[in-house]
Nanobody, 125 residues
Framework: VQLQACGGGLVQAGGSLRLSCAASGRTRRPNAMAWFRQAPGKAREFVAAIKWIGGSAYYTDSVKGRITISRDNAKNTVYLQMNNLKPEDTAVYYC???????????????????WGQGTQVTVSS
């Protein structure tokens, strides 16, 4: 599976961005897809995930109310709509796909076997 992420950029605090992640080469539907991010000098952290069947979404507390994950089954694409961005949202954002994530593991990077190349999001104050 190849994951191609795009949509990052430079935005002022309070602004919005929409990230996209298109999957190709897939022979079956994933169990879940997610976005993680990694800021300079910090560990990669979970941002949001979505179950491919049913569309249940999960978020880390710091982005609830500002960021929405969604997916388009027909396009094999997952999106991350980010509003009211803050400087602390600055990071490289990675999309990931899982064939076996469950509720208790959906926030763990180890649950995801396929990763995109990352897209830079920079929020200026």
């Amino acid at each position: 599976v190849q994951l191609q992420a795009c949509g990052g950029g430079l935005v002022q605090a309070g602004g919005s961005l929409r990230l996209s992640c298109a999957a190709s080469g897939r022979t079956r539907r994933p169990n879940a897809m997610a976005w993680f991010r990694q800021a300079p000098g910090k560990a990669r952290e979970f941002v949001a995930a979505i179950k491919w069947i049913g569309g249940s979404a999960y978020y880390t507390d710091s982005v609830k109310g500002r960021i929405t994950i969604s997916r388009d089954n027909a396009k094999n694409t997952v999106y991350l709509q980010m509003n009211n961005l803050k400087p602390e949202d600055t990071a490289v954002y990675y999309c990931a796909s899982s064939n076996g994530a469950i509720i208790s593991t959906i926030h763990l990077s180890q649950a995801y076997g396929d990763w995109g190349q990352g897209t830079q999001v920079t929020v200026s104050s």
